[in-house]
């Protein structure tokens, strides 16, 4: 008994040593971004005396963030949505041994899951197909990275799900797309939320990407801005920090939601 609670405690000592770890530097930037650039200059250190929004205001309006914002949401979202699909699309016939060589294409996924995005053959490519500096390019070129985790992850749900679902609608005379997503997709939710998240994660903190398949500043995601405002305010940190909490909060409050659901999704499936 004394052992196991020795053994629960320090499990618990480690968990929030490594969770101050991670707090610490967001709740610093989130300290230091209502600061004054004078109060941050004498005691970087010490909590705002008095909390003001001026940072977030300037930062707004000099970094130009609410049209890269909008930019890098229609990203996000469309990329990572069609990432998502095409997760589903392959993970069935794989898990279901549909296709030849289905164990050589799994294995095909996993490796690329360890492999990093080849950004030169894809500028490349981006440039012989007419998708260099354009929105569906930079969207089409964002889709293959989120496509290994959601094709294991999917993979591995469907295989868990009974066969004798699949002949039931296929008696019924379900068609395929019908059957993939009105019967597979909810049943397996939680793996698809973790997927689109992870997809729309990618791109929305992308800055390789903006630099090399994007020139016109009218098409520049958030994390590209961000970039060109460090260029021009790199002595002014109080604006800084209030523009990376502009450009994490969106993020941050769509993980927290999320979370929430997948918790209820998995619930369900008990």
Known sequence: MQFSTALRLRRLATA???????????????????????????HPLLPPVRPSLGNFT????????????????????VAAGLSTGLSLLIAFPVARRLVRWSTPLYQFFVIGLA????????????????????????????????????????????ASIPRELDEAAWLDGVSYPRYMFSFVAPLAWPSIVITFLYSMLFVWNDIIG???????????????????????????????????????????????????????????LR
């Open 16 to 42: 929030v040593l490594i969770a101050l770890v991670f707090l610490i530097p967001v709740l610093y930037v989130v300290m230091i971004s209502f600061e004054s650039p004078a109060q941050f200059g004498a």
């Open 58 to 77: 300037a930062a707004w309006q000099q970094g130009d963030l609410g049209p890269e914002l909008l930019n890098t949401a229609l990203y996000a979202v």
């Open 115 to 158: 492999l990093p995005v080849s950004y030169i053959p894809l500028f490349i490519e981006a440039r012989d197909l007419g998708l260099y500096d354009n929105r569906i390019g930079y969207i089409l070129l964002h889709v293959e990275p989120g496509l290994p985790l959601g094709v294991i992850l999917l993979t591995a749900f469907v």
């Open 210 to 268: 903006p630099v090399v398949f994007l020139a016109s500043s009218s098409l520049f995601p958030v994390a590209r801005g961000v970039y060109s405002f460090y260029s021009s305010n790199q002595s002014s940190y109080t604006l800084l920090a209030a523009a990376v909490m502009i450009v994490s909060a969106p993020v941050a409050v769509l993980f927290a939601v999320s979370q929430r659901q997948l918790l209820r999704a998995t619930m369900g």
